[in-house]
């Protein structure tokens, strides 16, 4: 099992540009999730989907799309990136299980300029 | 609205001594938590959880304490290793509806 995974790894962009992060996991998990971690600060979740076929905003979902490709993908894009976008995004998947927990891939690093 | 927070940002301790992590939420419906370490580059890393039917849970040299009457929980390290150097957040979970809270980490330093 590769678990979550996460591409890039890094990126830069230029304000203005555009890019898609992917996410995939191979836990058949219901639940995935897409976070951004500012320096020094905890997650703040963007969106989340809760199964295949739906998805929810969460704390910060402005200026971020999220599509719910099937049940192992989950894809967030930045349609115009700002400098205010620059931060570390991980995604996350989690089962249905009483004590499911949440697994996280190792993030990706976006600057935009 | 929910919010789940640590009490501090930084905790510096010598390597053997045990350490105590703290955090406090806010939803008293909250029933799942987890205890995160997530080391420098990487994504955060389960350690140890809890549900609310429980006061105690023990893991390999951690403890999460939870006390619900005022909402807050603890982690405890015993015999600190350098290794455990790493930010430690608590969440909030809610598998059945998808959703989690996270705090804002607190930094631990362990002194050789």
């Not at chain 1, 905890?42 to 200026?63: C, F, H, M, Q």
């Not at chain 1, 400098?83 to 995004?89: A, R």
Request: proline share 4%; charged share 20%.
């Amino acid at each position: 099992n590769a678990g979550v995974t996460q591409t890039p790894k890094f990126q830069v962009l230029k304000t203005g540009q555009s890019m898609t992060l992917q996410c995939a996991q191979d836990m058949n998990h219901n639940s995935m999730y897409w976070y951004r971690q500012d320096p020094g600060m905890g997650l703040r979740l963007i969106y989340y989907s809760a199964s295949e076929g739906t998805t929810d905003k969460g704390e910060v979902p402005n200026g971020y799309n999220v599509s719910r490709l099937n049940k192992r993908e989950f894809s967030l894009r930045l349609e115009s990136a700002a400098p205010s976008q620059t931060s570390v995004y991980f995604c996350a998947s989690m089962g249905r299980g009483r004590m499911d927990t949440q697994y996280f891939g190792p993030g990706t690093r976006l600057t935009v300029l | 609205g929910e919010s789940v927070g640590l009490h501090l940002p930084t905790l510096s301790v010598q390597e053997g001594d045990n350490s105590i992590i703290n955090c406090a939420y806010s939803n008293s419906a909250s029933d799942y938590f987890i205890w995160y370490k997530q080391e420098s580059g990487k994504g955060p890393q389960f350690i140890i959880d809890i549900r609310s039917n429980m006061d105690k849970r023990q893991g390999q040299r951690v403890t999460v304490l939870l006390n619900k009457t005022v909402k807050h929980l603890s982690l405890q390290i015993a015999a600190t290793q350098p290794g455990d150097s790493a930010v430690y957040f608590c969440a909030e979970i809610a598998p059945w509806a998808g959703k989690s809270t996270f705090g804002d980490g607190t930094t631990l330093t362990v002194k050789p």
